[in-house]
C-alpha cells in the first residue's frame, strides 16, 4: 500500500498563493517507485478536474487550461514529496485538492490522498 498525505491547503485572498505538498509513504514504494503523481479538485457541487500531473522523472509535465501559467509542479530530487505551487489564485480555485500516484503506467491513478481544502476569498 502506499500513502498520501495533502498539506498547504487554507484560507487566501485572491491573487494569492499557497503551495500543496504530497507525502508518499509505505512498503510498495520500496518495490514499485512512483511512476507520476497528479492532483486533482472537487469544488462542491462540480465534478472531479484535473489539475496537473506529471512524471516523477520529470519527463513529462501537464496542466489543465484552467491553472496553466498559474501552478507549477515540482518534487523533492530525493525523496517522495511533491508539491503544487499555486500562484494568482482565483475564486473559482476554491474546491478540495487531492493527489494522487500511479506506481506503473496505466490510464488509472493507484493511490488517493485524503485531501485538502482551498479556499480563495474575494
Known amino acids: 500500500q502506499v500513502q498520501l498525505v495533502e498539506s498547504g491547503g487554507g484560507l487566501v485572498q485572491v491573487g494569492g498563493s499557497l503551495r500543496l505538498s504530497c507525502a508518499a509513504s509505505?512498503?510498495?514504494?520500496?518495490?514499485?517507485?512512483?511512476?507520476?503523481m497528479g492532483w486533482f479538485r472537487q469544488a462542491p457541487g462540480k465534478e472531479r478536474e484535473f489539475v496537473a500531473g506529471?512524471?516523477?522523472?520529470?519527463?513529462?509535465?501537464k496542466y489543465g487550461d484552467s491553472v496553466t501559467g498559474r501552478f507549477t509542479l515540482s518534487r523533492d530530487q530525493a525523496g517522495n514529496t511533491g508539491y503544487l505551487q499555486m500562484n494568482s489564485l482565483k475564486p473559482e480555485d476554491t474546491a478540495v485538492y487531492y493527489c494522487?500516484?500511479?506506481?506503473?503506467?496505466?490510464?488509472?491513478?493507484?493511490?488517493w490522498g485524503q485531501g485538502t481544502q482551498v479556499t480563495v476569498s474575494s
Open positions: 506529471r512524471m516523477w522523472s520529470g519527463s513529462s509535465t
Open positions: 509505505g512498503r510498495t514504494l520500496s518495490i514499485y517507485p512512483i511512476y507520476a
Open positions: 494522487a500516484v500511479k506506481v506503473r503506467k496505466s490510464d488509472s491513478w493507484d493511490y
